[in-house]
């Protein structure tokens, strides 16, 4: 008997709950709500407190004082024992609702064997279970306004419930129990579906959003409302769906100046456009298009310019542009190229000064400076055919000019008949030059004027006291003499004298072609 009052109480909440919930139902959740009014004055429940239970089919507050309402008549039934076996009850309606005719309810039989009765037992207190564990879903499930996003299988939960009630009256636990299993998979199904429920509106609506699409966004963010009422996205995205319509007519404005090439005038307008929308993804989308074809603008201008100077040989204002354009567009093998460009034309614009200032030199017979120019040609460009054959020219000239230096700084030297053969030598390869300049000509004359005082014989005289043995150095012994003729070649001489008890003397001398020489004397006169 207990357990038969505890069932029909919570099946009178669990409809007043499903009424609660969907409109659809209404007219047989109210035959469910009369024959659970019926049945809850065997249990002494009024009928204000059931008329006022389900008055409000919309408030969520209601429903959750229901069910809290309900699980403390589960509880306290659960501890009520009759005293007395009641015996199944005829319940008459007043003639005013239903015919005169009382309609008898009754139970099943009693078991007939000790296990029928204890899987009865089972059965029962697990349909029990399974209906308060339904109740508990029902209240999340009104929570998150499921009636609002599947009321179809709202519906098929409803009917799931009632089946599960009529066997439960008719006392068949095994079929209660398998129907109100069912309708306990639904909701709990509904519950695991909601976070979905709420993802796909949060999602249609950022969709929404990306379009413009205000309306769009405002229907799907309150659906993500009906599921999570204090979502922040969703209460964000309403409070952004109100300004689409604006943001759209402004955006039209900046893609009109884009499209007449005012970059600059519309990146500035972008900017107030994220003052409408700061969240916005169009406008983002637009402002980072705008930015990178300014980039591009700016990139292509600076490249332009970079050639027009590197072809007018502007060669400092073609790398300043072509700098500008990397900046603009770091490590891109087109700028690489365009300053190798510049680097290989400032090479050639260096050979080039370097070549004719080598050449210059050399026109001047300034070799030191001719050669040292050429050096820095190949330093920069090593294959330098220019550079190489100019360097060995004036190396070349460079080695004759010294030698020649050297003799007219020494014309002495020349007196070493070897050292005058050498002369001779250079003297012949500096007049096969084909342009001997003025400075060539006139070492060539000079040298040739002094090997020509050194050809030929020249008369020397030797004076000395007839006491002094006088002997010329690798020539001859003249021996003791008052004065002596003797005939010689140009060339350096070295006399020397020699008496006994007397220091030794030296005399040296160079005899030149064409020179008139003194009489030389020599002797010995410092004793010892």
């Known amino acids: 008997r207990r357990s038969t009052d505890q069932c029909r109480?919570?099946?009178?909440?669990?409809?007043?709950?499903?009424?609660?919930?969907?409109?659809?139902?209404?007219?047989?959740?109210?035959?469910?709500?009369?024959?659970?009014?019926l049945e809850a004055k065997s249990v002494?429940?009024?009928?204000?407190?059931?008329?006022?239970?389900?008055?409000?089919k919309h408030s969520n507050?209601?429903?959750?004082?229901?069910?809290?309402?309900?699980?403390?008549?589960?509880?306290?039934?659960?501890l009520w024992q009759p005293s007395v076996q009641l015996e199944?009850?005829?319940?008459?309606?007043?003639?005013?609702?239903?015919?005169?005719?009382?309609?008898?309810?009754?139970?099943?039989?009693?078991?007939?064997?000790?296990?029928?009765?204890?899987?009865?037992?089972?059965?029962?207190?697990?349909?029990q279970d399974k209906l308060a564990s339904l109740l508990l879903i029902q209240e999340e499930l009104a929570e998150v306004n499921v009636d609002k996003w599947a009321n179809t299988r709202l519906n098929e939960l409803v009917q799931k419930a009632e089946s599960g009630d009529r066997a439960y009256r008719d006392g068949d636990y095994e079929v209660a129990d398998a129907e109100y299993g069912e309708s306990l998979t639904i909701a709990e199904s509904l519950k695991q579906q909601s976070p979905q429920v709420l993802e796909e509106a949060l999602e249609s609506g950022r969709s929404a959003l990306g379009r413009m699409d205000g309306d769009g966004a405002k229907e799907a963010f309150a659906r993500a409302l009906w599921v999570d009422s204090e979502n922040s996205e969703a209460l964000t995205g309403l409070q952004r769906a109100e300004v689409q319509d604006e943001l759209a007519q402004w955006m039209l404005k900046v893609q009109k100046?884009?499209?007449?090439?005012?970059?600059?005038?519309?990146?500035?307008?972008?900017?107030?456009?994220?003052?409408?929308?700061?969240?916005?993804?169009?406008?983002?989308?637009?402002?980072?298009?705008?930015?990178?074809?300014?980039?591009?603008?700016?990139y292509t201008a600076a490249m332009s310019s970079g050639y027009r100077y590197l072809d007018s040989a502007e060669l400092a204002a073609a790398r300043s542009a072509f700098s500008r354009a990397a900046k603009l567009r770091p490590n891109l093998a087109e700028v690489a190229v365009a300053l190798q460009s510049v680097s290989n034309a400032e090479i050639s614009q260096r050979v080039g000064l370097l070549s004719g200032r080598a050449r210059q030199a050399e026109a001047e017979e300034d070799w030191q400076q001719a050669v040292e120019a050429y050096s820095q040609v190949l330093a920069l460009e090593s294959g330098s055919i220019d550079?190489?054959?100019?360097?060995?020219?004036?190396?070349?000239?460079?080695?004759?000019?010294?030698?020649?230096?050297?003799?007219?700084?020494?014309?002495?030297s020349l007196l070493d008949p070897a050292v005058r053969e050498q002369a001779h030598t250079t003297l012949a390869e500096a007049r096969e030059l084909p342009s001997a300049g003025p400075r060539l000509l006139e070492q060539i004359a000079s040298i040739s004027s002094e090997l020509g005082k050194l050809v030929g014989e020249v008369n020397v005289?030797?004076?000395?006291?007839?006491?002094?043995?006088?002997?010329i150095l690798r020539q001859s012994r003249l021996g003791m003499f008052q004065q002596e003729e003797l005939v010689l070649s140009p060339g350096k001489y070295v006399a020397v004298g020699s008496r006994s008890g007397f220091r030794d003397v030296r005399l040296e001398f160079v005899v030149r072609s064409g020179e008139l020489i003194e009489p030389l004397k020599i002797a010995c006169t410092e004793a010892i």
């Open 9 to 37: 109480l919570s099946l009178w909440l669990f409809r007043v709950v499903s009424m609660s919930q969907n409109n659809g139902t209404q007219r047989s959740l109210g035959r469910s709500l009369r024959d659970a009014k």
């Open 44 to 56: 002494n429940l009024s009928n204000a407190s059931i008329e006022e239970a389900s008055s409000d």
């Open 61 to 78: 507050k209601y429903l959750i004082g229901g069910i809290a309402v309900g699980v403390l008549l589960l509880v306290l039934l659960s």
């Open 88 to 127: 199944p009850t005829v319940v008459q309606e007043s003639t005013a609702s239903r015919p005169a005719e009382p309609t008898k309810v009754e139970l099943n039989a009693a078991p007939t064997t000790s296990f029928e009765a204890a899987e009865q037992a089972r059965l029962r207190r697990s349909a």
């Open 257 to 298: 100046l884009q499209v007449a090439g005012d970059l600059d005038q519309a990146l500035a307008a972008s900017k107030d456009l994220a003052l409408i929308d700061p969240l916005s993804a169009p406008v983002q989308q637009l402002r980072v298009q705008l930015e990178q074809a300014i980039l591009e603008r700016d």
């Open 387 to 412: 550079g190489l054959i100019g360097q060995a020219r004036a190396q070349a000239r460079l080695t004759l000019d010294r030698k020649l230096v050297a003799y007219r700084s020494d014309f002495d």
């Open 461 to 471: 005289q030797l004076v000395s006291d007839g006491e002094t043995d006088v002997r």
